[in-house]
């Protein structure tokens, strides 16, 4: 079974890795993937939906379906979207923002602060094991990528450069989120 899996995942990799060099940034959309070929993201590619480790995998097929091309391209492809573009940038209602691939929740409205880097900032998720961080080495530069744990998908980029209590920003792409205005009227 475990061999299995990682001549799935090796395969995946490879095709992930063909991608990257086919992939020409698109209308709107800088693209941030760069050379990133050995990350331990899983790669969204397999031919039917399973689910793998606690992971739900969905077919790229369906997953191109569901989503538009920039929640697509930044989730499934490392793509950022142009700074204060998204949706989401200037948005301080209450609520939770969440997994725009799979619903997990992430960040909490209460954490979101006025970055003016022209992308939604948090200094906190919701808890810390529904986010993962990764090294990206991608365009010149050294960041702490941020990915949903659940699903794999590219949410955006950790900095230390954050508010208290935590010192941290989490920037990241309106359109890797979806967000749920609050129930509980604690406005
Ligand atoms: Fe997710």
Redesign the pocket.
């Known amino acids: 079974m475990k061999s299995i899996k990682t001549k799935i995942l090796l395969g995946v990799l490879a095709i992930g890795a063909i991608g990257t060099f086919l992939t020409i940034g698109s209308d709107g959309i800088l693209m941030g993937q760069g050379e990133k070929s050995s990350g331990d993201k899983i790669e969204i590619t397999c031919e039917e939906e399973n689910n793998m480790a606690d992971k739900t995998v969905k077919s790229d097929e369906k997953l191109k379906a569901a989503l538009t091309p920039l929640q697509y391209e930044v989730t499934q492809k490392n793509g950022t979207e142009r700074p204060f573009s998204g949706k989401y940038n200037d948005l301080y209602e209450d609520g939770v923002y969440k ?1 725009v ?2 619903g ?1 929740e992430l960040f909490d409205s209460k954490t979101k602060f006025k970055s003016g880097s022209g992308w939604p900032s948090f200094y906190a998720p919701i808890a810390n094991e529904d986010v993962q961080q990764e090294t990206d080495r991608s365009l010149g530069m050294v960041r702490e990528e941020v990915v ?1 744990s ?2 794999g ?1 590219h949410l955006g980029h950790v900095f230390n450069d954050g508010p208290q209590p935590t010192g941290l920003r989490y920037c990241i792409n309106s359109a890797a989120l979806d967000f749920e205005e609050g129930e509980d009227g604690d406005k």
Do not use: E, I
């Open positions: 997994c691939v799979c997990n949903c659940n699903c998908a």
